[in-house]
Structure formats: C-alpha cells, structure tokens
C-alpha cells in the first residue's frame, strides 16, 4: 500500500473573492443541499477504534472508485485521522440518528454499547448501516479550515436500509418523488400519497413565510387525523402526535373535514360528539342544528376555526388554529392545512391566516380541483 500523498494547497488569489460572504448565510446556504449522514471510523495510532459523524461525504469517480469527505482541522481526532492509511465510511441507516448523535458528541466513548464488527485491517464497521465503504486513503489534500480525504475503495456492502438524511440542521427522512407520480389523486376523502407528496413542501413554505406551527391533516380510519406539523419558532407546547386521532366539532382540522365530507362518513362520529356536547363533556354543539348551521358558515368561509381552545391531553395554554381544505379534480377533500398560534397573539385577522387559505387553493388547483 503506498503512503497517502499531500497534495499542494489552493492559491491564495483565489481567498479574496471569499471575504463578502457572510459565514451565516453560507451554513444556511449549504443546509439546502442535502446530504446523507456517515460515520467514518479508523484505528489510532494503538488501534482503538474511533469514528465520527460526518456529512461532507461525496462521490468522485467510478473507475477507479473514489470517495471523498472532508474533517475539520480542528477536530480533537485530526491527528489521527490526518496519518490513517484506512477508513470506513460507515453510511448511517434511517434509524440511526442516535448514532449519529453520539460519534458527533465530544468527551464519550463513542463505541460503548454498540454492535460493530472489524473489517479489513480490522477497522470498524457499524452494524445496521445502510452502506459501508471500506477504503485506502489515496489522497489527503488541505480546504481552508478542512483537510479533504480522497479515498479508494476496497470493498463495499449495501444493506438495503433506507437512508438518513440530513439538511437545514435537521436530520430527515427520505422518500422517492417516484411515488407522487404513481399514485392517483385520492379517491372519495382519503388522501392519497400524491396530496401528501405535495403537501408538505407547501407547509414548508407556509412555516417559513410565516413562522407559525402547521399541519396537516387527513381523513384517517377513525376521522380527522394529524400527521405531520412544523412548529414555528414560538413553540405553543402542545403535545402533538403524527396519528392523533382529533375532534370533529372541536379542532379546525375536524371541522372541515365535518363541513366538506360526505355526510355517510362524518354522521357517526358528529352524533357521538353531539351526545358527548350534551351530557357536558367536549365541544358546545348539544344539537345536530347547531353542528348544520356552524358547519354551513366553515363552508361559506371556506376555513375551520377554533379559538383559544384548550384540548384534552394536548394543551394547557389557550391556542387558535384555522384550517383549510385540500380538494382533489373529483372535488372530494382529501386534507386540511392547519395553522396553529398562541391565543393571544394569533386571531382570524392574521394576515398569515389569508396566507393558509391562498396555499390550500393552490394546493387544490395542483391536484386538479377546478372551481
Ligand atoms: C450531521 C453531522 C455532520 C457532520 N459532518 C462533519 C464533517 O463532514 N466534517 C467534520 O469535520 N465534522 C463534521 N461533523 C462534526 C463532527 O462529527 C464533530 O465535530 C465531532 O465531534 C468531531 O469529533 P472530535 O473533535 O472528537 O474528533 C458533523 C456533525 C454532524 C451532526
């Protein structure tokens, strides 16, 4: 095996361009390019292993196949690292986020409990891996505050995991764009995958623009339910649940799917929630007139309200939520976008409720929904 070779460092005309970007805006730049997340492991100099999470991991070449990753020169393991002849680049499994955590934290010992087997040269390999690389280092060359390693690759194996992914500070989940594109647009009011595919992006925006929490919600087999929401910067602890089953009569999601479902479907769970209203216990509506005439002005309005709601199990401080519904091109509902605030600061004359409704009708059109 050769020694690693140095490569000579970047010129210095090219520094000066640098100095107008801001370091901020560059992290926040970078954070919109997503990566995977790796460990890479190898051996100190007494051949303890050590490892470390790392996302500047990158393709290079095929033929011969080459890898690369960068490490900050400050890192406590620089040393180590900078004088390996091999790593392992271990691709971390979707269901590893705490392993993840752990090699990215300082002062443990990082392989304390974890199941790893010895690879070639007997470096690490991290069980439940979604990919390992097994490499020589080829090349090492100085970036700035980073030392790049070139790696040749000696063996490989995939075990068909799922990939973590990260991006933006956030670790996430990744799912094919492939499957938008198979699914129909939701038959009846079950939201279909496409709806949710093209969702969520929507409440990406709607939570950057306006920095309140949303969600979204679908009719699910015991009614309305939520299955996904972003928090605005202001949390609202509220004890939210991806699959929290939610009132009809009680929650903004629950309403317009009470005010645009078919009738068939919404009339079991309005008369238990009515005869609850009755006997003093749930939302205000004791009598199925009330319930017609509330549910007739969400249609009019074309938004489901709650305000300053206190749920059951779910907060204790005073929230408003709007939601607003989703159609598909058959013009059946198939989500309700939801906005939530803090009682106090968040009402109906928000100009970021307007913004909700304008999303959900975007959201239709691109379904399909004409009118
Ligand atoms: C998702 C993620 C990706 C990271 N990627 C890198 C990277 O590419 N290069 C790097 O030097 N540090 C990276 N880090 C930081 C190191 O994992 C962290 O600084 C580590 O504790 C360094 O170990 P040491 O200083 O004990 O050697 C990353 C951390 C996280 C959470």
Redesign the pocket.
């Known amino acids: 095996m050769n020694a690693p070779a140095t490569l000579a460092p970047p010129p210095a005309a090219a520094v000066a361009a640098e100095a107008a970007i801001d370091p901020l805006e560059l992290r926040r730049c970078l954070g919109s390019f997503v990566t995977g997340?790796t460990v890479v492991t190898a051996l100190d100099d007494e051949g303890a292993p050590l490892g470390?999470?790392?996302?500047?991991f990158n393709s290079v070449s095929l033929d011969p196949p080459l890898i690369v990753?960068?490490?900050?020169n400050s890192?406590?393991?620089y040393g180590v690292y900078s004088r390996a002849r091999r790593f392992v680049v271990n691709i971390l499994a979707e269901d590893q986020i705490e392993v993840?955590n752990r090699?990215?934290?300082?002062g443990s010992d990082r392989f304390a409990g974890l199941a790893w087997s010895r690879g070639i040269g007997g470096l690490p390999l991290i069980d439940g891996c979604a990919a390992t690389f097994e490499c020589s280092t080829e090349a090492t060359h100085p970036g700035g505050d980073?030392l790049l390693f070139l790696g040749r690759v000696e063996r490989i194996v995939g075990s068909g995991r799922k990939p973590l992914a990260?991006g933006a500070g956030k670790y996430m989940v990744v799912h094919p764009y492939d499957n938008a594109k198979n699914a129909s647009p939701g038959t009846s009011n079950v939201a279909s995958l496409n709806a949710v595919h093209l969702a969520r992006p929507c409440l990406e925006d709607l939570n950057r623009e306006t920095d309140k929490t949303v969600g979204l919600g679908v009719w699910g087999n015991c009614g309305p339910t939520l299955i996904w929401w972003i928090e605005g910067s202001q949390p609202l602890d509220l004890r939210l649940r991806c699959g929290m089953v939610l009132p009809l009569l009680g929650s903004a999601t629950g309403k317009v799917f009470a005010a645009y479902s078919p009738p068939e479907i919404t009339a079991p769970y309005l008369e238990a929630e009515i005869a609850a209203a009755a006997r003093g216990e749930g939302s205000d509506f004791a009598s199925r007139a009330a319930v017609d005439a509330h549910l007739a002005a969400v249609r009019e309005r074309r938004l489901g309200a709650i305000s300053d709601a206190v749920l059951t199990d779910i907060n204790e401080r005073g929230v408003s939520a709007f939601s607003a519904p989703v159609f598909d091109a058959s013009g059946a509902i198939v989500l309700a976008l939801t906005m939530m605030g803090d009682a106090r600061s968040f009402d109906a004359a928000d100009p970021a409720v307007e913004r909700l409704a304008d999303a959900a009708r975007r959201l239709s059109a691109r379904l399909g929904f004409q009118r």
């Open positions: 997340v470390m999470t790392v996302n500047s990753w960068s490490l900050r890192a406590g393991s993840s090699f990215a934290r300082s980073h990260f």
